[in-house]
């Protein structure tokens, strides 16, 4: 196990390189830096954001992104900027790249879905009516998005009138790349919209996490298959492993649970004494596993799943 001070404020958004020796981190202290795991140098410092900003690395490890207030894409090796839309232009909660690295999205809670081609930058079109619809009165997104593995589906979550007195229900919608349209999961419970999902790794499961509650969808039959509330507390981030038999979740606590992806039961945990948890990353190869804390520590354990 490894802890150590990344940042000065609380840290957001975690990510592992493709191949594991660096690790990518953003906080409230308006910074992002790569850090190459051993030695523990920093290789990096980018700008951050002075609000809970995610952070991805493409899967060709040649891109740094950054949400929060406004969006930064930058060259992993040279710095520099490919893209860099400002707030309140833009606004992401969660950004994600495409498995086939040509292109990265990002959304944000009642802002339309933005999608950019790489290597270029270039800004991708959208459906006013579909994936890149904003708030209107019918529906508004909840600020969620994920690629499936194999590239072919992007999910968005929305929140949907009802037009009755339940308010809105969580929908999250499935498009294909063109933005038609595939599928929708909806969730029964109406405590709040996914605020981040993510697919399994054979792309079969959809996990989202609403508040206190963690949501799972069979993407196929488009049904719910688990539902848990552990406690009040509410999910701050979630992963899979890569072999897909766990997922890996932290709340607003000091622990890092793990869920079975069959039984859908709790078999384990980590209790790191450094602070409330904000996020989690799993390195590609499954053995290496990371969160970030409020007080602005890091920290990286091995694991054998």
Known sequence: MLTFKAHTKPVYGLAFSPDGRFL???SGDETVKLWEYEGLKLVRELPGSKFAAPVALSPDDRFIARGGYG???WETGSGESVISTPYPETYADTLAFAPDGKEIAASGSGKSLKRWSLPRGSLLPTSS?????GRDASRFPAGAVAYSPDGSLI???FGVNTYTSAG???HVCLWDRKGTLRGELKAEHTHGHPTSIVFSPDGSLLAG???PILQVFNVRTKAQIATHKPDKKHFK???FTPNGKRLVIVSNDKSVRLYDTKSWTEVTGYEWKVGRLGCV???ADGLRMAAGSDSGKVVVWDVDL
Do not use: D, K
């Open 24 to 26: 990518l981190t953003s």
């Open 71 to 73: 969006v930064e894409v």
């Open 129 to 133: 009516r579909g994936m890149g619809q």
């Open 155 to 157: 999910a968005t979550s």
């Open 168 to 170: 809105y229900a969580s």
């Open 209 to 211: 996490i609403y508040g």
């Open 237 to 239: 981030g979630l992963t």
């Open 281 to 283: 990353a799993v390195a």
